[in-house]
């Protein structure tokens, strides 16, 4: 099915770095694809190429099926991983700003309410906290009402509660079937939000498709998480796979139930046992064989 | 495009009159300079030699004698001869005339100074020539009337080149650039809004200041304001296109600044803003033709000093414009939004 956009053979060379090495891939329209990967894995290199904003050092990017037109910057949005904006204008003033670049798109009124920034609208934009400025630069990125929207790291630096505030705002755009392609390295973003994802390492594409596909193809396990004081166990008394996680072990086992019963036998107290199930941190660790870089 | 080219220019506009000291140095230091101009010149035609006099208990006044009755010099009393001797010797004062002794009177200039040479030519006279005197008339042109085109056309030098190179580049530095690329805008058009938006600025400036100091000091105005307006917005578009076509690709403002400043220096000295090059190498005073401030000097100096009209100094409107455009046209395929 070819898609709303199509990457082919993409590669991006620098002077001794390959950024992006010979990646290709469809986003459908309509859906949530989410680049994740640490930081350096290449993944702001190729959304930018697909932006138009970089060139490719070779490989070809499609939107609706042709090369990228005239047309392409109206018809999408974006936000970048940092940017600044014009000093001394208030959130109205930016937003009519960059409305004007555009001859079609939605209203200041309208935009202030997406992304409830309605109370702010007369306030200097330099004065706005991380979460308000994030939501002001997803309205610059909506002021056009693109088909096509690009958040390259929208929620990085931000506290928890303007995190999961910025992710409902981002359900809701994707409730109005604009696709939206995300970059992130909070795997946990990535799962809530993605219909689809690509993990990238060294500028290649490692895995592929569904968040949960891609989980149950790589994993049939779960976790169980016990405090390494708690773990006193008989060497050679588990067979599972134990793993070191600071002030914690993790066991990894199949057979839930089995592992249960030989902790129990080993009189290890169960008090504070947590089950999990993998995620996709596990699997970019299990993929990389490396801790995610901030 | 021209809604999108307004925009920026209006955006810009207000970046720049909410900026407070930004402002509040813009408009002070026309300011200063009016002051400057009307301190330094204000209170008619100041004398062009200093001459220390040394006359024992004598008063100047009773000494009768002709040469302490020249125009232009400024006489004054000393008592310590090695202290004015040291003086003529380090050129803080041209002559010490030494009348002490009426009976061998005697002066004291330094060999390497030119105002000492004249001076003693004028002392001494030339006795055995004659010459017809003839007698010209007509307004005389102060130093201050061929200073004030100079002094105004380096304020719009600099706040040309630097207050459109610091602006992109900054922006092009702080990712703002980038952001904008990412739009239908193009380069071309926000170039042509930050042109507007400083032509706007430097215009008002300029005006208040010619007016400002016109009213303090006073000064010559023979042709019509009109080409001089004409002689002006040119120049100044032709700066400010010089000053985007060197941010054109700059990213950094310490290199933006280096560049910025070998283009002003020899300009403010070889473009005639405190002294004429007439006298100078002929292969210098060509090479300062290429300078925008050059032709904008000249021109503005042809229509207020000699009457000129538009038709005399269009070559030079035609340079200003044939400049600017070039500049632009490097600067718009040059202009480069983001940095590497």
Redesign the interface.
Known sequence: MTGILEVKHLIKQYPGVTAVADISFSVQAGECFGLLGPNGAGKTTTVEIMEGITPATSGAVYYRGEPMGPHFKSEVGIQFQATALQDFLTVRETLRLFRSFYTRGLNIDELAATCTLGEYLDRDSRKLSGGQRQRLLLALALVNDPLMLFLDEPTTGLDPQARRNFWELIRSIKARNKTIILTTHYMEEAYLLCDRIAIMDRGRIIAMGKPDALLASHFRDMILQLPRDDFKVTPGALSEKVMDAGDYVEISTADVNGTIRTLLQQQVSLARLQIRSRTLEDLFLELTGREMRT | MI??L???L???N??FV??RSALAWNVLLPVLIVLGMWFLFSGGDKPLFKVAVLHGNTALANLHNPFLETRFIDFFTVTDAPDAISKVEHNQVDMLLDLSDPAAPRYLVNGSSPKGYILEKILTGEKDRHYRREIVSGRPIRYVDWLVPGVLGMNMMFSCLFGVGYVIVR?RK???L??L?????KAIEFIAAQVASRLMLIMSITIAVYIGTDLLVGFYMAGSYGALLLVALLGATSMISLGLLVAARVTSEELAGGLLNLLSWPMMFLSGVWFSLEGTYPWLQHAAQVLPLTQMLEAARAVMLDGAGILQVLPHLLALAAMSALFLALGAASFK??HD
């Open positions: 809604r999108r307004l925009s920026v209006k955006a810009r207000l970046e909410r900026d922006y702080n990712g703002f980038k952001r690329n990412a739009t239908p805008l939004w983001k």
